[in-house]
């Protein structure tokens, strides 16, 4: 009877937490309909009626622009790295090369250096070359910490795949493209989508390249967060808008993925 | 054992720790075919991170002041920075930062970890939603504490602050000694759920055998916590902490959207620091200087990282 009332006590504990955590998401969720004349009220409007005047608003500023930016942006520089990063993570995982740890080493240490030292000398490559505010600039930005990423991780995904399977296949006279294509990369399937994904949202979420990088013609949508904040006044239901569209893949990452993200975001080092 | 039967059990993810796999995992090959498949990586790799970096020591080394690269000065900006009271005032809220920040995050997740492995329902509708506040946009997080301890009308500085007379009129963000301590909340807010699921995913790999051997010698729950779960937790433990250190420290988003590194310079973090020198002074050589020591420090932190994840971990 005991384990059942502490089972009970745990799960309210739990719940409760995960409410507290949640509740500011879900506050801003209500000020996307909350009408601008009540939004400041003090003492706090907690009942109105809905509006979606911010919805207007967002979308004749432009806003879809950035979204569809954002979402190009994420879905070819994940791609680029997909194709590029595939082969080396199953390289490192397989193979012995001479100073592998160095290399590897040399992996995490770009994915691990603050995004702000990097972007210093980008800015300046950047414009002496042109790339300044390109699609192809950012897209160069953004392998810095999503190749290295996925790399690392998916590399941890080849580790559990026995190597048995090549070797058979290797011993029927299969070549490495058709080994490749036929075991590899079918077994390899899910951990490729679940890395990619991940890059694909911290491509999402990205902010300083962004707005260093790009911002003016090439605006995400993070960056169009902050020019919302003037010392005019602050668009607070606008922005409710966009931080409630920024979050939706997020939402979806979560639900579909979530074994995978402690994976992801200790670069492979806990199998959750 | 047959091969469905170890792809199951390696493939199907049930262990959290990763144990030193009895299979071998590597393979044979001619000499140039792994080069060959890393090759793209490492020359993009390259371009993208080694080019800047060999080129922000250049710039360090270099008088560069808007954008225009002058004369060679040696080690002059270095010298400026680490006299300048500004960088040590960053280095300080740096300091403070993560010394707050990560302990309570680290306490609190382990607490929530050793919670949620309690006979639990409803876990797995729990699970996802605490990931919500890691994997959104560092700058939606701002956004969204910006809203609820706005000035006069945010949910929480109208509701509790004011009410119990903290602070009144303006946001906690505009208050020269407790921006920052709203910067760690904000931190703990986000990574806190983190830290617990990744706690959590260790707690659910470890093995039961010695559990049942302290339950037959009669241990008691704190005994089992100090002397089973705590020792066989150590490397995870040291491997999260350690990177969350390294994240914390690098922290920008949040401070960027939330106070700017304001007031004054109260919530100036290293990042911000580095961010304003470079792009609102324009102050590039010293700027430059400034992202060679931080990533030397990185790459030592990263080093630390990578062996303890290596070796005690068995991780990679």
């Known amino acids: 009877m005991s384990t059942h009332r502490t089972s009970i006590l745990w799960t309210t504990v739990a719940l409760a937490y995960g409410a507290l955590i949640l509740f500011p998401v879900f506050w801003m969720a209500t000020m996307v309909v909350k009408p601008t004349d009540v939004m400041f009220a003090r003492p706090t409007v907690f009942l109105f009626e809905p509006t979606l005047a911010h919805f207007d608003y967002v979308i004749k500023e432009g806003f879809l622009h950035s979204l569809v930016t954002s979402f190009l942006l994420c879905s070819v520089s994940t791609l680029l790295v997909v194709l590029i990063g595939t082969p080396a993570a199953y390289a490192f995982a397989r193979f012995e090369m001479k100073a592998k740890d160095d290399l590897f080493l040399f992996i995490l240490a770009t994915r691990m250096a603050p995004p702000v030292c990097l972007v210093i000398p980008f800015y300046l490559i950047f414009a002496k070359v042109g790339l300044l505010d390109t699609f192809l600039g950012l897209t160069i930005a953004y392998m810095t910490f999503n190749l290295s990423f996925y790399v690392w991780v998916l590399r941890s995904f080849c580790r559990d795949l026995p190597v048995e399977l090549e070797e058979a296949a290797e011993l029927e006279g299969w070549s490495k493209l058709q080994i490749f294509r036929r075991i590899i990369f079918p077994l390899l399937r899910n951990g490729i989508i679940a890395t990619a994904v991940l890059c694909f949202i911290f491509a999402w979420n990205e902010f300083l390249f962004a707005f260093m990088l790009g911002g003016k013609a090439l605006q995400t949508l993070p960056v169009a967060i902050p020019k919302l904040i003037t010392t005019q006044g602050v668009r607070w239901g606008e922005l409710a808008v966009i931080g409630m569209v920024a979050l939706l893949p997020v939402l979806a990452v979560v639900v579909f993925l979530q074994r995978h993200i402690v994976r992801g975001l200790t670069l492979g080092a806990v199998k959750g | ?316």
């Open chain 2, 1 to 316: 054992m047959t091969l469905a039967d170890e792809l199951n059990e390696r493939g199907g993810g049930g262990s959290a720790v990763a144990e030193p796999s009895p299979a071998r995992t590597t393979a044979r090959a001619s000499f140039w075919y792994p080069y060959l498949l890393i090759a793209p990586t490492m020359l993009t790799l390259t371009i993208v991170s080694l080019i800047p970096f060999v080129y922000a020591i250049y710039l360090s080394f270099h008088q560069a002041k808007y954008g225009r690269v002058t004369d060679f000065i040696g080690f002059d900006n270095y010298v400026t920075l680490f006299t300048d009271a500004r960088f040590w005032n960053a280095m300080g809220v740096a300091l403070t930062f993560v010394a707050i920040a990560v302990p309570i995050e680290f306490m609190l997740g382990l607490a929530g970890a050793l919670v949620l492995n309690q006979n639990i329902r409803g876990r797995s509708i729990l699970v996802p939603f605490l990931f919500v506040p890691t994997m959104m946009a560092p700058i939606v997080v701002g956004l969204l504490w910006k809203i609820m301890l706005a000035g006069s009308w945010g949910l929480i500085s109208y509701n509790v602050l004011e009410r119990f007379g903290l602070i009144g009129g303006t946001s906690i963000f505009a208050s020269p000694n407790l921006a920052l301590y709203a910067l760690i909340f904000v931190d703990i807010w986000q990574w806190t759920p983190f830290m617990m699921l990744a706690f959590f995913a260790g707690l659910q790999a470890l093995p039961l055998g010695p559990y049942r051997a302290a339950a037959v010698d009669g241990a008691g729950s704190l005994q089992i916590f100090f002397r089973l779960t705590l020792p066989m937790l150590a490397p995870l433990l040291a491997v999260i902490g350690l990177l969350r250190l390294i994240d914390a420290f690098k922290v920008f988003d949040t401070v960027f959207i939330l106070t700017g590194g304001g007031p004054g310079i109260a919530t100036e973090t290293p990042s911000m620091l580095a961010y304003k020198m470079t792009f609102e002074f324009w102050n590039i050589g010293e700027a430059s200087a400034f992202a060679i020591i931080v990533w030397i420090a990185f790459f030592v932190f990263c080093n630390v990282f990578y062996q303890i994840a290596k070796k005690r971990l068995n991780a990679f």
